[in-house]
Every structure is written in structure tokens, then in C-alpha cells.
């Protein structure tokens, strides 16, 4: 099926592969509508692990492992939407995520990594596991909140 894919349809699939993260949006709106999806998902199911980790709901390892691998999906998906020029708008973004952008990287760089650590902890296969790793994930989002996020 390869040897028989025309060369022209293989370098278009390699420039679409390398296109920058821009180009997937067409409009500034479209980014912010994408990292905020992508967010608000992430905040969807890293809520349902809190109310397992803090008792409010029963611990289901299953349901944690499921939880915790859509966290960690999410969580790779928002960066690529802080596009030039999508700080203005129905955004809650602070001008700051561009004006310190390696600061920015960092943050959200520590925070993935916590996120891989509560992935882990979740297939532990026990709450206090999930316990552990929870607090530090959680105070990774709030370190970028308070310094990139209005209000
Ligand atoms: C959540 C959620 C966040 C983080 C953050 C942690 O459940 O929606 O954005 O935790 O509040 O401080």
C-alpha cells in the first residue's frame, strides 16, 4: 500500500505532519476554542480523580486508570492553541503566556510531568497512591493559573 501511495500525496502528508501549530487554526477564535475544550475536558476528569483522592466519591481503580490516562491526553493538547494574536477575546489567557513564553513552557512542562506521575499513581491500584500524587498535580495547574490565567 506504501509503494503504492503517489509521491505527491506523500509530500503533502509530510508538510501537513510539519505544518506549524498555527496553521491547524484558521481564525485566532478557533485556538482559543480548542485549549479551552481541551481544558475544560482536562478539568472534567482530574475532578473526578479529586472527589476519589479528597472521599467524596468511592475509589474505583478502574475508573481512576481511566480517568487519569484522559488527563494525561488532554494535558498534551492545549499548548500548540496559544497562537499569535489569541490573547484577545473570550479569553481568560494573560498577555503574559506570550511575552514569557519560555516561562510559560516551563510551567506547563512541570505540569505534564506531574500529570505522568498521577497516571502512574493511578494504576497503582490504590487510593493512597492516588492521594500522593494528586496534591502536587493539582498545585502544578495552580502555579500557571496564578501567574498566566485572569482571575
Ligand atoms: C481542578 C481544576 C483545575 C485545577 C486547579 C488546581 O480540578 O479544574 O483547574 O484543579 O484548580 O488548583
Same mark, same amino acid.
Given at each position: ?40 475536558? %482536562?478539568?472534567?476528569?482530574? @475532578?473526578? $480523580?479529586?472527589?476519589? /483522592? ?7 481503580? *478502574?475508573? #481512576? ?45 512541570? %505540569?505534564?510531568?506531574?500529570? @505522568?506521575? $498521577?497516571?502512574?499513581? /493511578? ?7 492516588? *492521594?500522593? #500524587? ?18
Amino acid at each position: 500500500m506504501k509503494k503504492m501511495m503517489p509521491a505527491a500525496f506523500t509530500v503533502c502528508l509530510s508538510l501537513f505532519a510539519l505544518a506549524p501549530a498555527h496553521a491547524q487554526f484558521a481564525k485566532p477564535e478557533e485556538a482559543v476554542k480548542y485549549r479551552k475544550a481541551s481544558f475544560n475536558l %482536562m478539568a472534567a476528569h482530574f @475532578g473526578r $480523580l479529586g472527589a476519589m /483522592a479528597s472521599g467524596k466519591a468511592p475509589y474505583d481503580a *478502574k475508573a #481512576a486508570a481511566e480517568n487519569a490516562d484522559l488527563v494525561a491526553t488532554m494535558a498534551k493538547l492545549p499548548w500548540p492553541a496559544f497562537t499569535e494574536g489569541s490573547d484577545k477575546g473570550e479569553t481568560r489567557a494573560k498577555s503574559e503566556i506570550w511575552k514569557d513564553a519560555a516561562k510559560f513552557k516551563d510551567a506547563s512542562d512541570k %505540569m505534564q510531568v506531574e500529570i @505522568g506521575k $498521577l497516571n502512574v499513581a /493511578a494504576k497503582a491500584g490504590n487510593v493512597d497512591a492516588l *492521594k500522593v #500524587a494528586f496534591g502536587p498535580t493539582a498545585a502544578s495547574c495552580k502555579a500557571c493559573h496564578d501567574t498566566f490565567r485572569k482571575d
